[in-house]
């Protein structure tokens, strides 16, 4: 089985919280499973993040 994450910050929003997009892939058993996740960020408190929201995709192939 082979697994990959890769994360990204898209871009600062006009409220100072920072959008995210997660991907995560598994390859392996005759099917590929993938995620893709969005996640807002606030950073209100110094050394803080808190999850402002949360979205998930998924879908699986067979191959």
Do not use: C, H, Y
């Amino acid at each position: 089985m082979v697994s990959m994450n890769m994360q990204n910050a898209k871009r600062w929003q006009k409220d100072g919280s920072l959008l995210m997009e997660i991907e995560s892939i598994e390859d392996g058993d005759g099917s590929t499973a993938t995620a893709n996740r969005t996640v807002v960020l606030d950073f209100g408190k110094p050394g803080r993040a808190k999850i402002l929201k949360s979205t998930i995709k998924f879908a699986v192939e067979k191959d």
